[in-house]
């Protein structure tokens, strides 16, 4: 069982050693921005946060990297796997860290609270939903007709208006957009429910992870191509097309099996 609160000598030493940790508690009544512009939790939100911390953290001062996502959403912060991972890297004082600390934790939600979204560009990129210089000029003309338009949204193919809600149907109500247009449900191998589950937990919210395995739980697993379509279209990892790239973990790597080859036959002799 995970321990939900520190002991009074375990928290002692926290608030000895933590400047963000005797900020907070001696200006909770102030809740607002410092000058950094970060967002300070109000008296509820923190001790909801310290509570948290000291669930996930089993009181041993750090948070392990797959346990992030899932305190996030204990504290009511509904965010994407890159999103996630962006806040991580963000604080963790160096890349790929496999822990962060109670004061990097902290920076990470009030970070959260103060820019629930934060999109990075590339130095020198246009603002989202503005054109670069030269279009719309002579053959660079971007098709205004609907018919015209890309048949994908936010990087997922679609080939006709019904496919999206036959999609939905057939995964259990979830949101065509997280299924895509690669449907195979009947090709290849399927993964246990078991380990379709620990694959899925740390990219999707978890109720649709249970809609989704309750829609193969009678076939005893998911193909392996629709949980990689999923588990990739979340990353992010999607080509020119918005299908699949790169498998992104070990377990969707295996080959599909193949029949045996033919023997050999025996050279006949002169």
């Known amino acids: 069982a995970m321990t939900r609160y520190w002991s009074d ?18 200006k909770t009544a102030a809740c607002g921005q410092d000058a950094a512009g970060l ?39 509904e965010l994407s796997s890159a999103h996630v991972r962006s806040l991580w890297n963000d604080v963790a004082e160096r890349e790929e860290a496999p822990r962060i600390g109670y004061d990097e934790a902290l920076l990470a939600y009030r970070q959260a ?33 609907e018919e015209e338009q890309p048949p994908w949204q936010y990087g997922c193919r679609r080939s006709a ?11 259990g109500g979830i ?8 449907a195979r449900a009947d090709e290849g191998l399927r993964i246990p429910l078991d380990e379709a589950r620990e694959l899925l937990s ?12 309750g829609r193969f ?4 697993g998911v193909p392996q191509a629709v ?28 080959p599909a099996l193949q029949a045996p080859a033919p023997p050999r036959a025996r050279p006949v002799l002169a």
């Open 113 to 145: 609270l103060s820019a629930p979204l934060q999109v990075h560009s590339a130095p020198g990129a246009k603002l989202p939903g503005r054109r670069p210089p030269g279009w719309g000029e002579g053959d660079l003309v971007a098709p205004q007709d």
């Open 39 to 77: 967002r300070e939790p109000d008296r509820a939100q923190f001790e909801r946060f310290q509570e948290s911390f000291a669930e996930w953290s089993g009181g041993r001062g750090s948070l392990k990297r797959h346990d992030f996502h899932r305190f996030l959403m204990q504290l009511g912060l």
């Open 227 to 254: 949980l990689f379509d999923l588990i990739v279209e979340q990353a992010g990892v999607l080509d020119d097309d918005g299908r699949a790239a790169v498998p992104c973990s070990p377990a969707l790597r295996k």
């Open 175 to 182: 949101d065509p957009i997280l299924v895509g247009s690669c």
């Open 9 to 26: 000598e375990a928290y002692s030493k926290f608030y000895a050693s933590s400047m963000a940790e005797r900020g907070l508690v001696n």
């Open 161 to 171: 208006p019904d496919e999206g809600e036959e999609l939905a149907m057939a995964y």
């Open 217 to 220: 739980a009678e076939q005893g």
């Open 202 to 213: 740390a990219e999707m919210p978890h109720r649709d992870v249970e809609a989704l395995l």
